[in-house]
């Protein structure tokens, strides 16, 4: 199974981008990249995902390097509510048997 | 309408007693999860069905015993619940394109 790696935690600033890396250097061919955060005590919500190219949501844009080794999640204008933990987890099997890793606490402070 | 709801939100029982959690979706996925999230917040899956058919199972104490009575609803059945069993459990659904919609959770104290 493919791991991945985040920064424990990170801060931003209220209306600046935030820049979420994640390394899986281990990723194979067929795996996706998902993005997916948890505002304290809630259920994990889902932000994006993509497989090579560059995916961008209303919520977020994924930025995925050439040889799929590491990508960044950007948050483009961080509000308040954004801050939570973020998950970066590649998808094991087609199953969606996710592994959900310890993830980055992203605060946003005003 | 929720789009994945749980019940109860809290559960506190003594240890050894046998309590179910209930999840249903309304988003017509034909895939649902359960998961675990313990005191140190590591979020773990534990079970999937796939059109009321076990297609995961990890390591999880056969105590644990889900239930698909339809493909909208999947349950969990927990027997001589223990202290380790103490966690958030959460539900999600799926339909092909993998992407997960959560439930709000259930958290468990067993004393």
């Known amino acids: 199974d493919a791991k991945t790696t985040q920064p424990t935690s990170m801060d931003c600033a209220e209306g600046r981008a935030a820049n979420l890396p994640c390394n899986h250097s281990?990723?194979?061919?067929?795996?996706?990249v998902y993005w997916y955060r948890q505002i304290h005590s809630q259920g994990p919500q889902y932000i994006i995902h993509g497989l090579k190219n560059n995916e961008t949501n209303e919520m977020a844009s994924l930025i995925i390097t050439e040889d799929r080794k590491s990508s960044t999640l950007i948050l483009p204008h961080a509000t308040l509510r954004d801050t939570a933990v973020y998950y970066c987890i590649v998808l094991t099997d087609s199953w969606g048997k996710f592994q959900f890793g310890a993830g980055t606490q992203v605060v946003v402070t005003p | 309408d929720t789009a994945v709801s749980q019940t109860p939100k809290y559960l506190v029982t003594q240890m050894g007693n046998d309590k179910s959690i209930k999840c249903e979706q309304n988003?017509?996925?034909?895939?649902m999860y359960w998961y675990k999230q313990d005191s140190k917040k590591f979020l773990k899956i534990m079970f999937s069905y796939n059109n009321k058919e076990l297609i995961i199972n990890e390591t999880v104490p056969n105590r644990f015993s889900p239930k698909s009575p339809d493909k909208a609803h999947l349950n969990l059945h927990i027997n001589s619940l223990e202290l380790g069993d103490s966690a958030v459990y959460f539900c999600?659904?799926?339909?092909?394109?993998?992407?997960?919609?959560f439930g709000p959770g259930t958290r468990l104290t067993v004393l």
């Open positions: 988003l017509g996925h034909d895939t």
């Open positions: 999600a659904s799926s339909q092909a394109n993998n992407e997960q919609f």
């Open positions: 281990t990723i194979s061919g067929n795996e996706y």
